[in-house]
């Protein structure tokens, strides 16, 4: 008898809750499991902090919804039942956990006067009821058919989100023929309704009795929740070599609701369940068995570095070496010894690779300008001088990177494409690689392979670091705050000393001026450099093989992608005023010579040193005092800001061979004798291989260099072009 006024609380015979077996032990273990879960929220209490209820006091600061991390429910159950029913089927007793919120919520709530004067019950809505849990995700490729209405936990980046609708949980029916009216509840996700066939009214004498379908759904007294469908893929990172990467579809509602955008980083918690598509194909059609699988959302954590304030799971003790490290006097030198062990030299490079990966801040102004923080980096060069390798580095060093590859992507690839959803015919917003990687380092390879109206593109994400979208009925604009590292080679393959820089950089001045720094990376040919690279090469191919098995270089790896997060999210320098006044004494000494330059050449800079390259050191400052953990940019970081820029850019901008120097008057006649020999040797239209035309020439008994600088000024004189990668001349009229 001692259960006898336990079966209190009756359940409805629902089409969630299949019944297999024994009805009444069912639902006792289910009004057991109420009262475990009431007591859970009411009762629990970490052992840190004895006397403070955490779920308690959520609940009553927030009634929307109630935050429940797994561990507390391990923790506080010793059977683990319910944390093991949870797991096992979440679709049944996650409704039973809100239930259970739900009425915790209405006894903590003291009683209100209604409105005849007599106390009454508070009236409180849903709890939606959130889980997260501490244990690793599993992988979105190891899903399958055991994990079926299973609660899992995987990661992503969300790629596309739909518009909000309206998801019915209870639908009101209305019988045509006797007016009878029936409450049927909705199947949770994106699974419908089961309407009944029949009506349950008994016909009295005289009476028709009801027909077979008699039901009518009433919208407009039917419950509805919000509800929104994700498209998660998997984090690029994690994508095995030569796979395409894997999406899956997610269900959000209630409060999760228009909560995340394109290009997010998320880790869901989720029951994986299985829908049937309204758009199957032909061949599936017939087969009723054959379900399309989904992830119910019940939980999700933002793992964005960019979005988070403060950095994620950091202890104590690494803050504290953190800050050790940066107040060492020679951390720069260290951190870029860190960037590319493996290449050796180009010790330039890698203090702006280093700058690059730690940023500049980012600047609001009052009346609603952004100033953008990030540097953009461009590596320009000759074959085999290690620029990939710099891109692959800082793709596995960033804490968010994307690479891709110049010739293989689009300009809607890069930015935004809009696509057609299959099932609802709607437009949507799909984001490409400069959404994917706001907040991180976008790495582009092959850069001068891209077509001009692609690269055109990235213009707009380059400098105002939006990426604006007005198609099919699509106006939107998306953010891309990203640092973009790219490498190209010049035109001819090869960095050629006898061209003038413009004919070496063959982009355009609009994209140059994006780039805060731009190396020139020549391969010079030299005894004692050459001898070191080759046994510094030898080395690491030597000692691959050791470090294979050997975990430590990982993690020296992770302690820079740890300790880059650390800064960027705790550190936002600003510049002192005596850094200030000599850094505008600079710009202006360096507009003076590039001025005089031009004026001696005749001819413009080919890199335009414009107010963008004065910001660019700015950026570079802040960089280099982020590094240090320092909150204001001295004058030493910028002379140091200073040194990279001439180092870089404006030896890219002197780099090259002038026309007008060092010409004396023997060169000057011979070149005369080689143009006219090209003349003649090529008709008007013609067109000829330059390889052929300079044997042939050198067979005639002139100098090949000759030759070549012959060419170039007819090049400049615009009497011939080059086609096909330099590799054809055409005579031109």
Not at 279 to 298: D, F, K
Not at 589 to 617: F, H, W
Request: net charge neutral; with cysteine.
């Amino acid at each position: 008898m001692s259960g006898w006024d336990e079966g209190g609380v009756f359940y409805s015979d629902q089409a969630q809750y299949p019944h297999v077996g024994g009805e009444q032990s069912e639902t006792a273990s289910r009004h057991t499991a109420l009262q475990k879960f009431k007591e859970f929220i009411r009762n629990f209490q970490h052992k840190s902090q004895p006397n403070v209820f955490p779920y308690r006091e959520a609940l009553l600061s927030n009634p929307k919804y109630v935050l429940v991390n797994l561990a507390d429910l391990i923790s506080y159950d010793p059977d683990q039942n319910l944390p093991q029913f949870l797991r096992q089927n979440p679709a049944d007793y996650l409704p039973l956990f809100e239930t259970a919120a739900a009425e915790v919520l209405t006894g903590l709530k003291s009683r209100v006067a209604g409105e005849s004067g007599e106390m009454e019950e508070p009236v409180t809505g849903e709890v939606q009821v959130l889980l997260r849990s501490e244990q690793d995700p599993v992988s979105m490729r190891l899903l399958g058919a055991q994990y079926i209405s299973k609660l899992v936990k995987i990661s992503g980046i969300v790629i596309a989100a739909s518009r909000t609708k309206a998801k019915a949980t209870y639908v009101t029916l209305l019988c045509k023929n006797c007016k009878n009216v029936k409450l049927v509840p909705c199947r949770p996700g994106l699974g419908g309704a089961i309407v009944p066939r029949s009506c349950d009214h008994v016909a009295q004498a005289g009476e028709d009795p009801c027909p077979v379908d008699p039901w009518l759904v009433v919208p407009d007294k039917s419950k509805y929740v919000d509800q929104q469908t994700l498209k998660l893929q998997e984090n690029p990172e994690d994508v095995p070599t030569g796979e395409l990467p894997r999406n899956m579809l997610l269900s959000i509602d209630r409060h999760l609701v228009q909560t995340i955008v394109p290009g997010q980083r998320l880790t869901i918690m989720g029951i994986y369940s299985i829908f049937q598509a309204a758009n199957s194909s032909t061949s599936h059609r017939g087969a009723v068995a054959v379900r399309q699988p989904y992830i119910r959302v019940v939980g999700l954590e933002e793992t964005t570095e960019a979005n988070t304030r403060g950095p994620t799971n950091l202890t104590r003790d690494e803050i504290e070496e953190f800050k050790k490290f940066a107040s060492d006097s020679n951390a720069y030198q260290q951190i870029c010894s860190k960037i590319a062990p493996s290449i050796f030299g180009h010790s330039d490079v890698k203090k702006a690779v280093a700058c690059l990966l730690f940023g500049g801040s980012r600047k609001t102004l009052p009346d609603g300008v952004k100033l953008r923080g990030d540097i953009n980096v461009l590596l320009l060069g000759d074959p085999s001088t290690a620029k990939s390798q710099f891109l692959k580095f800082v793709e596995k060093t960033a804490p968010i990177a994307v690479y891709t590859s110049g010739k293989g992507s689009s300009a809607a690839g890069l930015t935004a494409s809009v696509i057609r959803d299959n099932s609802t015919r709607e437009f949507y917003l799909e984001g490409g690689a400069m959404v994917l990687a706001d907040g991180g380092v976008v790495c582009i390879d092959e850069f001068d392979k891209m077509r001009a109206e692609d690269r055109v593109a990235i213009h707009e994400a380059m400098e105002q670091q939006t990426i604006s979208i007005a198609k099919a009925g699509i106006t939107t604009v998306l953010n891309s705050r990203t640092s973009v590292l790219a490498a190209a080679n010049p035109p001819s393959g090869r960095y050629d000393d006898l061209m003038t820089a413009r004919d070496n950089i063959d982009l355009q001045t609009t994209i140059l001026s994006r780039f805060d720094i731009i190396f020139i990376v020549k391969d010079i040919k030299m005894y004692a450099q050459d001898k070191s690279i080759a046994s510094h090469i030898i080395k690491v191919h030597a000692s691959a093989d050791a470090t294979a098995t050997d975990s430590k270089t990982t993690k020296e790896d992770n302690w820079l992608k740890r300790y880059i997060h650390y800064c960027r999210t705790e550190c936002h320098p600003r510049l002192s005023e005596s850094a200030a006044s000599r850094l505008q004494e600079s710009y202006v000494k360096i507009r003076q010579d590039m001025r005089r330059q031009s004026n001696e050449t005749g001819e413009t800079a080919v890199i335009p040193i414009t107010v963008r390259q004065l910001e660019a050191v700015v950026r570079l400052s802040e960089s280099l005092a982020r590094m240090t953990l320092s909150h204001v940019a001295n004058d030493n970081h910028v002379l140091e800001a200073i040194r990279l820029f001439n180092n870089s850019t404006m030896d890219a901008a002197r780099a090259g061979v002038n026309q007008h120097l060092h010409l004396t008057p023997e060169m000057a006649n011979e070149i005369k004798q080689a143009e006219t020999q090209i003349k003649r040797r090529m008709g008007i239209g013609s067109h000829i291989s330059e390889r052929r035309l300079i044997d042939e020439l050198t067979r005639m008994g002139m100098n090949e260099s000759i030759v070549r600088r012959a060419l170039v000024v007819m090049h400049q004189r615009d009497e011939v072009e080059y086609k096909r990668e330099r590799r054809v001349i055409v005579r031109k009229a």
